[in-house]
């Protein structure tokens, strides 16, 4: 097996991405690319652990399954850590279940030159049942960063409408190491922030804290 070159409009700063975790995410995220795609059920691919991850690589590890979403068996996410600690690289781990990064035995599988992040499209809860709500995520976040002292990046993508005051002090609490900021790109007709609001986001989050703008926002800050 071989991993992915990043392509597309995930990460510029990703080189590869690697999946061991296949199938249909738990998450079912209305807007989530990989709906375009017939998804078998979620599963642990065995074959994936041939794959030589090589060094010096930016990997993201579970780009098209929440890899950390509770109904994927801990034995799944061990497996693939310890495939990844094999090899001299950074991965990237993201979800949006960042709560169960802060299990001791994962968190002691994660070094500490990875990256643990999470989506946070808005404040605004969205009461789904299958994914933890935005608060819950930022207060993981919060923790990661704050008490564990672990490289944390937060992904406003797709951003949907938010409140500047609350969005902007979650973001400033959490102190990420970056903020990656995206617009919807599939039409999924959802209720976006405007241009406006955008600017006064990206003024209120500290200085030190680097945002990065992907280029599909540019439709959205074209409006204002």
Known sequence: MVMNKQKGNMYSWI?????PIKGKCP???EYCYMKRFPQKPVRLDESEFKTD???DNIIFVGSSCD???N?????WIRKTLEHCNKFNNTYLFQSKNPHRFLKAEFLRLMPLDDYLGTTIETNRDFNLDTIPNQSQRYFAMELLKQ???RKVMVSIEPVMDFDVDILSVWINNINPDFVSVGADSKGHNLNEPSSIKLKQLFKAI???IE????NNLKRIIKKG
Not at 15 to 19: E, P
Not at 71 to 75: G, M, R
Not at 211 to 214: D, G, S, T, W
């Open 15 to 19: 080189t590869h991405t690697w999946n």
């Open 27 to 29: 998450h079912d995220c």
């Open 53 to 55: 991850l090589g060094d």
């Open 67 to 69: 890899m950390w979403a």
């Open 71 to 75: 109904e994927i068996p801990d034995d």
């Open 147 to 149: 008490q564990f002292n």
């Open 206 to 208: 500290n200085q030190n």
């Open 211 to 214: 945002v990065k703008q992907k």
